[in-house]
């Protein structure tokens, strides 16, 4: 059989660099100084979400093409890219004056995605977000429609957020 079955074709996916008509993978390559903001490696890049549910809404894309954080598997790669993300993230809110107390971090969960690139949600203040974005599309409490990344961590196999690395270690390129 010539056919891949679902499981093997989030495999081919997660392991392309980039993939032509993917919006996130154009961001990235095009490398633009004026969307693409600091920290960054050679693992994700971060960009200003351009419909912002909160004063802060920054997106953490990976820089290889994986389909979607539900994509990740327990393995060593795959936790070291999250918690490269995680860290990023809160660093990033952190050099724009958020308090770490008052944030949402998450993916949405498939099939609750509009783009299939794998993005981690960082946005402040939670507080200020509409009733709406609060409690349905950006709630881990509400259902697997956003998630939120310590279940991801847990999930590939993090035993706890102290995993992740602080926001000062993040490798600034």
């Known amino acids: 059989m ?3 079955s679902p499981v093997n074709m989030n495999i081919v996916e997660t392991t392309k660099t980039r993939v032509k008509n993917c919006i996130f993978c154009n961001v990235i390559a095009a490398n633009d100084p004026n969307i ?4 960054r490696s050679d693992q994700f890049v971060i960009i200003k979400d351009i419909k912002p549910v909160a004063t802060h809404h920054f997106l953490v894309l990976s820089d290889k093409h994986i389909k979607s954080s539900k994509s990740l598997q327990p393995n060593e790669q795959d936790r070291n890219l999250l918690k490269s993300m995680v860290a990023a993230a809160k660093q990033i809110l952190l050099n724009n004056g958020c308090d770490l107390n008052d944030m949402r971090m998450g993916f949405h969960w498939p099939p609750f995605y509009s783009i299939g690139h794998m993005h981690l949600h960082a946005i402040s203040p939670a507080s200020s977000m509409s009733a709406f974005n609060r409690f349905v599309a950006f ?5 697997y429609v956003f998630v939120d990344v310590n279940y991801v961590l ?3 196999g993090c035993k706890d957020e102290n995993e992740t690395e602080s926001p000062s270690s ?4």
């Open 170 to 173: 993040v490798n600034k390129q």
């Open 139 to 143: 709630n881990p409490s509400f259902s």
């Open 154 to 156: 847990k999930r590939i």
């Open 36 to 39: 693409i903001l600091e920290p």
């Open 2 to 4: 010539t056919e891949e």
